[in-house]
């Protein structure tokens, strides 16, 4: 009798950013704004194949802001980016037990650009996005 071992591919390692792992520019967003943009529908895509690829996999959207308001006002901002991303994905078709989401403000900068530090927008626009982060 012959047996054969078949490898179940379960996706990304957990803690995985999909945007690296499947190498899409990030998902964007305007200044002061949380609507998904017309750009980030092409990433945010990919990021939809791929869950319905891998049904077992679980994300975490994880949204940020750049520094330039508040820190509260910062996270209220980051929050609706991120429950914004997340509605896209369940409403298209991802069950939303899969997708979890958090807003981080502007305590994840990706560079200096923090309070009062003279910053370009293109700069400052590098911090407003939202991460998928394999969770499960």
């Known amino acids: 009798i012959e047996v054969m071992l078949v490898q179940v591919d379960n996706g990304a390692p957990l803690g995985t950013d999909l945007a690296k792992y499947l190498n ?3 998902i964007y ?5 949380y609507f998904i943009r017309k750009d980030a529908k092409i990433s945010i895509d990919k990021v939809l194949a791929y869950l319905n690829e891998y049904p077992s996999v679980n994300v975490q959207v994880r949204s940020h802001t750049d520094s330039r308001a508040n ?3 910062n996270m209220r901002l980051s929050a609706n980016r991120a429950k914004a991303t997340a509605d896209y994905l369940i409403a298209a078709g991802i069950p939303s037990n899969r997708i979890s989401y958090e807003g981080y403000g502007e ?3 990706t560079n200096g650009c923090s309070n009062n530090v003279p910053c370009s927008k293109e700069n400052h626009q590098l911090n407003r996005r939202s991460e998928f982060i394999v969770v499960e």
């Not at 967003?29 to 704004?33: A, L, P, Q, S, V």
Request: overall charge negative.
């Open 107 to 109: 305590t994840e900068l």
């Open 71 to 73: 820190d509260s006002y």
């Open 24 to 26: 899409i520019e990030p």
């Open 29 to 33: 967003f305007d200044f002061d704004k």
